[in-house]
């Protein structure tokens, strides 16, 4: 069988042990050189241009559950599981004051030992809470684009808390709790809710200049797992009627380099990853997402009509 191997950033080490190990059950193996940055990321285009019969996903729990018209093949998603030191859960009480019952989440990578967590925090005294996300696999689950498994059931808890490595996830957790982070491999907790806020700041920025725009560039993806182009023509078309100038661009990687020959717009309008919205400086436009765009046209409504 012919098959294509797709690794995120921080796995594609361990790509041609993979490789070598089929070849030797008598595959023929290409490897994903592109970046991947999620379960929705998954490298089709590239399995089509070789002829692939499979595509092999890993580091991710699945994501898509139907490919897009034309580019259905097998797609197996390997998750990669690391283990956290429970030991180490001890160190977390200090830093969360008087919070008696908690919000637990965590990555693909560490929900496997969701149960050993929860006991290990009740063990402490603690109260423990998880949900489920909307497009997560698994209870307890969050996502860069999907922390609704923290947000979900927060009203009954004093605060939420995110075990696992970095801030991408647990910046995506959007609620008025004490948000901690805990680095189950260094002992360290941190709360995010003044981080998070500066981020939630940044939107309402760019929704301000999104106001004074008068031409957008609406930002699609192939992405399968992002690809939504009616969202991309809804918006089109309720910017035009509004006398707004708006044109969608479409790429498989909507990078600042990508952009950069369209200095033309005012404002980038995103349907692709809603956390692209926040590499606004990067872009040097304001980015605003597709699911704020409501807003916006009720604002724009509201300027026209005084």
């Known amino acids: 069988m012919r098959i294509l191997l797709q690794f995120p950033e921080g796995l594609k080490k361990n790509a041609l042990s993979e490789a070598k190990k089929l070849e030797g059950g008598g595959h023929e193996v290409y490897l994903s050189a592109s970046p991947c940055y999620g379960a929705c990321d998954l490298a089709l285009e590239e399995a089509k241009a070789v002829g692939a019969e499979k595509l092999i996903h890993y580091g991710h729990s699945r994501y898509i559950k139907e490919l897009p018209a034309g580019m259905e093949m097998e797609v197996e998603y390997r998750e990669h599981k690391v283990d956290v030191p429970i030991e180490n859960l001890s160190k977390l009480l200090p830093a969360i004051g008087d919070a008696k019952t908690i919000v637990l989440c965590t990555t693909v990578q560490h929900v496997h030992q969701l149960e050993e967590m929860k006991k290990a925090f009740k063990a402490q005294g603690l109260k423990v809470l998880t949900g489920k996300g909307c497009f997560t696999t698994y209870e307890g689950q969050v996502l860069g684009c999907d922390a609704s498994a923290a947000t979900s059931v927060a ?6 808390l ?22 189950p491999f260094t002992g360290e907790t941190k709360q995010m809710n003044e981080e998070i806020e500066k981020l939630k700041k940044r939107k309402r920025g760019a929704l301000l200049k999104a106001l004074e725009s008068n031409s957008f560039g609406i930002l699609l993806s192939t992405k399968p797992g992002q690809l939504c182009p009616s969202a991309a023509k809804w918006a089109q078309e309720e910017l035009r009627k509004r006398g707004k100038e708006a044109h969608i661009l479409i790429a498989n990687e909507l990078s600042p380099s990508a952009l950069e020959n369209f200095r033309s717009f005012d404002c980038y309008l995103n349907t692709a990853c809603p956390r692209l919205a926040e590499d606004t400086e990067l872009f ?15 604002q724009l409504d509201r300027a ?3």
């Open 284 to 298: 040097e436009k304001p980015i605003l997402n597709a699911v704020d765009l409501k807003l916006l046209l009720e």
């Open 162 to 183: 995110y075990v696992g490595t970095g801030k991408f996830h647990p910046t995506a957790i959007d609620s008025e709790k004490p948000i901690y982070s805990f680095n």
């Open 155 to 160: 009203k009954g808890a004093d605060a939420i």
């Open 304 to 306: 026209q009509k005084r």
